[in-house]
């Protein structure tokens, strides 16, 4: 069993020494930021339901242009008084009808389908900032993990050099076999521990490929923790007008008073402009021009309870946008609080260190003159491993709840950070679109869009 478990902890020891060393290329935060940018899955998912909203608009806009249709229709019959009468009758021609008035319904649908794009904007703006901080999160993590890991390597050495030294002292009468058993029994538990962390390492691994796109090389030390804000009501106000979730919601407000109004405007009458162009089997062809004027009267209360819907769905949003804020203040105040007890875990972590490791050396040469006990110098060590481990925690808790604030404040963007790449145009698309091209030369320039978005 020992010999299985010692093959195994070598297996690992040559995997995580093959990480630390030193590569061609090391990869930067920002490189694992930009990578997770480009290949997320989530954000092309998001920016394929922008790209639905903007066609809402195009279809709201197609309702205010005159409709055309073509129309065929042959009958057969057997005729009963006059046998030489037609059997087959007829007619091919054109319809068309143009909306001229509906109360303001159908403008009313545009604006509120250009505040759904913006709100689309918003969330697609929330889903970036979560993509960049599940990398951020997964650097960190990997980073943290990889020096655990060498903290315990470090750990089973110096414990299996003291097993080594304690049995030559049992050999020669200085130590009993007590403190042969101390060390053997912790040299197994900083094994376990190794076995442990290089499993957390593992994990920490495939959620970083999961979140930036591919398995993390030889890392680099993160640069300077962001700047966020002087102080906790500064992050909060920053939050209330920046954060996209607060911005959609306010969108969502506006489309929702423009549904209200549009549930008003269906009770108004409507007035159409409709042409019809037909010609039968006989040749013989007609046409005819007109306009139609027709309004609800009553249906049951069916209007009425759609206003009224539309009214409560109006006070929901305007209800969430209250929720909204609070939930984004608390969010930033969480933050605030996690980044400051980060960083006073990190002062106090580097305080333990020093005094660990003076303990530690003060244990070890007592141990020498007799005045300690090998368990004494096995509790000093492992003080300083824990110290030193939390102090690793304390960096990894730093630099998340940093951008974490960041993110609470709505400024975790690729614009924000300056990444220095291309970012996704969302105006591209709509511009595109937004006017319900049907001409085969607007055609080609969206096909160009199109491709363009697919690469």
Do not use: C
């Amino acid at each position: 069993m020992a010999r299985v478990m010692t093959r195994t902890l070598a297996i690992w020891t040559l995997v995580v020494s093959l990480m630390a060393a030193p590569a061609v290329w090391a990869e930067t935060l920002t490189d694992a930021l930009i990578s997770a940018y480009k290949n997320s899955g989530l954000l092309d998912q998001n920016r394929a339901l922008l790209r639905a909203a903007d066609e809402d608009v195009a279809q709201a806009v197609a309702t205010l242009r005159p409709v055309l249709n073509y129309f065929a229709n042959a009958t057969y019959s057997e005729p009963i008084r006059d046998p030489t009468g037609d059997r087959v009758t007829g007619s091919l021609g054109l319809s068309a009808e143009w909306l001229l008035y509906d109360g303001g319904g159908s403008k009313l649908a545009v604006e509120a389908m250009k505040e759904t794009v913006l709100a689309t904007r918003e969330g697609l703006i929330d889903i970036e900032q979560q993509v960049l901080l599940r990398a951020v999160t997964a650097y960190m993590n990997v980073r943290r993990d990889a020096e655990v890991v060498a903290l315990r390597q470090n750990n089973v050495r110096v414990i299996g050099q003291q097993l080594r030294a304690a049995k030559d002292r049992f050999e020669v009468g200085e130590v009993t076999r007590t403190d042969v058993s101390l060390a053997e029994s912790r040299l197994a538990q900083a094994r376990a521990g190794l076995a442990a962390a290089q499993g957390a390492l593992a994990a920490s691994r495939e959620e970083y490929k999961v979140a930036v796109g591919r398995f993390p090389k030889s890392l680099k030390s993160p640069p300077r923790v962001p700047r966020t804000a002087k102080n906790l009501a500064t992050a909060r106000s920053i939050a209330l007008t920046e954060h996209p979730l607060v911005k959609r919601t306010k969108h969502e407000v506006a489309a929702a008073d423009l549904g209200a109004a549009r549930a008003a405007a269906a009770m108004k009458p409507r007035l159409t402009l409709n042409g019809r162009v037909a010609i039968d089997q006989n040749r013989n062809d007609s046409s005819s021009l007109g306009l139609q004027l027709g309004g609800p009267i009553y249906q049951g209360g069916k209007l009425s309870a759609i206003y009224r819907q539309a009214l409560a769905r109006r006070d929901a949003v305007r209800a969430g946008l209250h929720t909204v804020g609070l939930n984004v203040s608390q969010g930033v105040g969480n933050a605030w609080a996690r980044l400051q007890v980060a960083r006073a875990t990190l002062v106090a972590s580097n305080q333990q260190i020093r005094a660990a490791r003076v303990a530690f050396r003060g244990v070890k040469e007592e141990a020498t003159l007799g005045a300690r006990t090998t368990l004494d110098v096995l509790d000093a060590e492992q003080e300083l491993l824990d110290a030193q481990a939390n102090r690793v925690s304390a960096i990894t808790d730093e630099y998340i709840a940093a951008y974490s604030l960041l993110s609470a404040m709505g400024l975790l963007t690729v614009d924000h950070l300056k990444l220095g790449i291309k970012t996704y145009d969302p105006a591209a698309y709509y511009n595109a679109v937004r006017r319900a091209p049907a001409t085969s030369a607007r055609g080609k320039r969206l096909d160009a869009v199109m491709r363009a978005l697919g690469k």
